[in-house]
């Protein structure tokens, strides 16, 4: 986690000497989250204009519950003598509960309610997209006085009766929850419908069909078990009286004998005692059937269902759904997590340089400064900001840029400051001119050199300087410097190219030409350099200077040609001081104070629009 933002870039050779200070911290976080607070607002506004639209074209919908109990009955046979207690396991409840939800109850509930006829009962809950968007064009019609367009129960008429019942039965079901509460042997029956007062009559009305439905099972069986009960009592005393009548005939000869010599291989005849036994068994077994036939006449008189109802539904007071603050809860956070996680999403593919840290990191040099854009909106700057604005907060960066550079200064004091960048259409040249107006309102002697051929800047936008381009070169330099009072001065880009400075050997020469006379030599000399663009042959000039500041647009100048930047320089032992971060959005405390404001207006309007709306 803590890699996270560290590591979206890839890794200079040095940054494994400073593994050890790769960590994120909470002002990392706190930028973060300002720096993308436009996008996380944007995403929490959308998620709650979803909500609304999903609390508007939602109907209410109100959920009644009632609550029958499963008792477990003993078998009649078991009813008497020792206690014996029963109890129903986990499969047998979770087969009530199917029972419940079976179609078969559905069509008692729907056949005493007659369902398939309330057009408001076989009403979708949950529209479509299509007809959300339907609704909200006749909530429109109507303000507007318009006709409304077809409405649900229309469409449902055209349906044949199968298709109006198997709809019934699909909304009936859909709307019906069955479950067990906790491990007890109550089930909660719910249901749901636009209607509460029908709600309440659905959910009664599926309990007591519950119970029906056990009784008459109760009674089907027992009936069924009684008619044969009553053929097998036909049978039995038939059998009984052939067995009977025997024992009196073979009684009336008056032969008591216990065995007689029979001849061989004929059947012997039963002695009284076996036609007697068998006589009292049949007798027997008729009685006891007889027995279970009155039980079972007596089940079918007054048959007794194993569940009752414990708590009746009412009608319910307020809907179950939709819940619009929990919807507009849902939505905020919903918006912030795809917020935030599309602010990183954007923050891991952006291959900016954006902090000074970034810049560390990757490319083992120091910040010198980051530059905030410039007050005005043009879109380089004034060549002169800081004379214009000497407390902006852009003058301000610039003198602690300027510090940090003094601070450079190890071996032997910078004279001979350069300037580049990596694209021509950067704050390069405009960072030198309000660098070079520092040193001079310093009191330090200043000269400006545009090396830049390609895109000479600093001549064609210096006031009373832009005439000198073209103009035939002299050959003293003093004499083609353009020196202005209480300003820097400037050696004009013609006449650069005119003397060939782009060479190492001829710039050090010109170098050393300007400070021949101590009296007359310069303090600063600040040479605005080519950029990489332009070519890296141009760039080899820097070498004779005494330090080169890479130009850097914060959000715009890609890490990787920056890396290629200081290897180039590098590669033509330029000494490199440091990156000057330029355009930089870092915000002040009532800059975000002032834009969090309004992004939590605007939030804040939006849910109370909604709060006022439902």
């Known amino acids: 986690m803590n890699r996270l933002f560290?590591?979206?870039?890839?890794?200079?050779?040095?940054?494994?000497?400073?593994?050890?200070?790769?960590?994120?911290?909470?002002?990392?976080?706190?930028?973060?989250?300002?720096?993308?607070?436009?996008?996380?607002?944007?995403?929490?506004?959308?998620?709650?204009?979803?909500?609304?639209?999903?609390?508007?074209?939602?109907?209410?919908?109100?959920?009644?519950?009632?609550?029958?109990?499963?008792?477990?009955?003993?078998?009649?046979?078991?009813?008497?003598?020792?206690?014996?207690?029963?109890?129903?396991?986990?499969?047998?409840?979770?087969?009530?509960?199917?029972?419940m939800q079976s179609e078969k109850i559905a069509s008692m509930v729907i056949d005493r309610l007659k369902l398939i006829e309330n057009t408001n009962f076989n009403r979708p809950r949950a529209p479509m997209l299509v007809e959300r968007f339907g609704k909200i064009r006749d909530n429109i019609a109507e303000v507007l006085g318009f006709q409304k367009s077809t409405s649900a129960s229309?469409?449902?008429?055209?349906?044949?009766?199968?298709?109006?019942?198997?709809?019934?039965?699909?909304?009936?079901?859909?709307?019906?929850?069955?479950?067990?509460?906790?491990?007890?042997?109550?089930?909660?029956?719910?249901?749901?419908?636009?209607?509460?007062?029908?709600?309440?009559?659905?959910?009664?009305?599926?309990?007591?069909?519950?119970?029906?439905?056990?009784?008459?099972?109760?009674?089907?069986?027992?009936?069924?078990?009684?008619?044969?009960?009553?053929?097998?009592?036909?049978?039995?005393?038939?059998?009984?009286?052939?067995?009977?009548?025997?024992?009196?005939?073979?009684?009336?000869?008056?032969?008591?004998?216990?065995?007689?010599?029979?001849?061989?291989?004929?059947?012997?005849?039963?002695?009284?005692?076996?036609?007697?036994?068998?006589?009292?068994?049949y007798r027997k077994m008729y009685e006891s059937f007889l027995q279970a036939f009155t039980n079972s006449v007596s089940q079918q008189s007054y048959p007794v269902a194993d569940a009752r109802v414990i708590t009746a539904a009412t009608a319910p007071l307020s809907p179950s759904a939709p819940r619009p603050k929990l919807v507009l809860a849902f939505a905020v956070v919903a918006g912030l997590i795809l917020g935030i996680g599309l602010s990183f999403a954007r923050h891991s593919l952006d291959w900016t340089v954006r902090s000074p840290r970034h810049i560390r990191d990757n490319l083992g040099i120091e910040c010198v400064g980051d530059l905030p854009p410039v007050s005005?909106?043009?879109?380089?700057?004034?060549?002169?900001?800081?004379?214009?604005?000497?407390?902006?907060?852009?003058?301000?960066?610039?003198?602690?840029?300027?510090?940090?550079?003094s601070l450079a200064e190890t071996s032997h004091p910078v004279r001979f400051l350069g300037l580049t960048a990596v694209s021509n259409n950067s704050q390069k040249s405009i960072v030198a001119t309000n660098l070079a107006t520092l040193y001079s309102m310093s009191g330090?002697?200043?000269?400006?050199?545009?090396?830049?051929?390609?895109?000479?800047?600093?001549?064609?936008?210096?006031?009373?300087?832009?005439?000198?381009?073209?103009?035939?070169?002299?050959?003293?330099?003093?004499?083609n410097i353009i020196r202005t009072p209480g300003r820097f001065d400037l050696l004009s880009s013609s006449v650069v190219d005119a003397r060939n400075l782009l060479v190492p050997k001829n710039m050090q020469a010109l170098l050393l030409e300007l400070n021949a006379d101590e009296a007359a030599a310069y303090d600063k000399i600040i040479v605005d350099l080519p950029t990489l663009e332009t070519g890296a042959?141009?760039?080899?000039?820097?070498?004779?200077?005494?330090?080169?500041?890479?130009?850097?647009?914060?959000?715009?100048?890609?890490?990787?040609?920056?890396q290629e930047l200081v290897r180039t320089l590098q590669a033509s032992r330029t000494?490199?001081?440091?990156?000057?971060?330029a355009k930089a959005r870092a915000m002040t405390s009532q800059h975000r104070r002032v834009r969090l404001g309004k992004a939590l207006s605007i939030i804040g309007n939006a849910y109370r629009a909604i709060i006022r709306r439902d």
């Open 6 to 99: 560290a590591s979206q870039w890839p890794l200079a050779t040095n940054q494994q000497a400073n593994a050890g200070q790769d960590f994120i911290g909470l002002s990392d976080i706190t930028g973060f989250l300002r720096h993308y607070v436009g996008t996380i607002a944007a995403c929490v506004a959308a998620a709650l204009l979803v909500a609304w639209f999903y609390n508007s074209t939602t109907d209410p919908v109100f959920t009644a519950s009632a609550q029958i109990l499963i008792e477990p009955r003993l078998p009649q046979h078991l009813q008497e003598g020792a206690e014996v207690n029963l109890s129903l396991d986990t499969a047998q409840v979770e087969s009530q509960i199917a029972v």
């Open 154 to 281: 229309e469409s449902v008429a055209k349906l044949t009766d199968y298709q109006k019942a198997r709809l019934t039965m699909l909304i009936f079901r859909n709307s019906l929850d069955v479950r067990r509460v906790g491990v007890s042997y109550a089930i909660e029956i719910s249901f749901t419908s636009a209607d509460p007062d029908g709600a309440a009559k659905i959910a009664n009305a599926t309990a007591d069909a519950f119970v029906h439905e056990q009784i008459e099972t109760k009674a089907e069986a027992a009936r069924e078990g009684g008619a044969w009960l009553e053929e097998r009592l036909q049978q039995l005393r038939t059998q009984m009286n052939e067995a009977m009548a025997k024992a009196q005939e073979f009684r009336s000869r008056h032969d008591y004998s216990v065995g007689r010599d029979t001849d061989v291989g004929a059947n012997p005849e039963p002695t009284l005692e076996e036609l007697e036994v068998t006589a009292d068994t």
């Open 376 to 405: 005005n909106r043009k879109e380089f700057g004034n060549v002169d900001e800081v004379a214009r604005r000497p407390w902006s907060r852009y003058s301000q960066s610039l003198r602690k840029a300027r510090t940090e550079i």
């Open 444 to 479: 330090l002697k200043t000269l400006v050199i545009d090396v830049d051929l390609r895109r000479p800047t600093i001549t064609t936008r210096l006031p009373n300087h832009s005439g000198m381009l073209g103009k035939e070169c002299k050959d003293l330099v003093q004499l």
């Open 575 to 581: 000494p490199i001081l440091g990156v000057l971060l």
């Open 537 to 562: 042959d141009d760039l080899i000039v820097g070498s004779v200077l005494d330090g080169v500041v890479i130009v850097a647009e914060w959000g715009k100048t890609h890490v990787d040609t920056l």
